[in-house]
C-alpha cells in the first residue's frame, strides 16, 4: 500500500502563491506518474496537473497553464505543486495521486481519476479576494 501525505496549504490573499508538497511512501516512487487533483466546494473533483515518472512530461488543465508548475523530487519521494497568481476560483481541497507506470518506455501522463491507484487525503487551499 503507497501512502500519500500532502501539506503546505493554507489561507492566501489573491495573487498570492503557495507550494504543495506530497510525499509517498512508495519503494519504487520513482516509477510513479503523479497527479494533483482539486475539489471546490459543491463541485465534482478535477484535474490540475500531472507529471510523468520520468519528469519528462508534463500536464496542465488549462486554467492553471502559466500559474502552476508541477515537478517531482525522485531522491525525496515527493512531488511538489508551485501556485503562483492564485485566484479565489483555485479555492479548494487538493489532491495528489499516484499512478504506477507499467511501460517506462512511455512517458504517459494520466489525466482521469480511475486512472490512480493511491490517494492522498487532501490539504485546503483558501484564497481571498
Known amino acids: 500500500q503507497v501512502q500519500l501525505v500532502e501539506s503546505g496549504g493554507g489561507l492566501v490573499q489573491a495573487g498570492g502563491s503557495l507550494r504543495l508538497s506530497c510525499a509517498s511512501s512508495?519503494?519504487?516512487?520513482?516509477?510513479?506518474?503523479m497527479g494533483w487533483f482539486r475539489q471546490a466546494p459543491g463541485k465534482e473533483r478535477e484535474f490540475v496537473a500531472v507529471?510523468?515518472?520520468?519528469?519528462?512530461?508534463?500536464y496542465y488543465t488549462d486554467s492553471v497553464k502559466g500559474r502552476f508548475t508541477i515537478s517531482r523530487d525522485n531522491a525525496k519521494n515527493t512531488v511538489y505543486l508551485q501556485m503562483n497568481s492564485l485566484k479565489p476560483e483555485d479555492t479548494a481541497v487538493y489532491y495528489c495521486?499516484?499512478?504506477?507506470?507499467?511501460?517506462?518506455?512511455?512517458?504517459?501522463?494520466?489525466?482521469?481519476?480511475?486512472?490512480?491507484?493511491?490517494w492522498g487525503q487532501g490539504t485546503q487551499v483558501t484564497v481571498s479576494s
Open positions: 512508495a519503494r519504487i516512487f520513482s516509477t510513479y506518474a
Open positions: 495521486a499516484a499512478d504506477r507506470t507499467h511501460d517506462l518506455d512511455s512517458d504517459y501522463t494520466p489525466r482521469l481519476e480511475s486512472e490512480y491507484d493511491y
Open positions: 507529471i510523468s515518472w520520468s519528469g519528462g512530461s508534463r
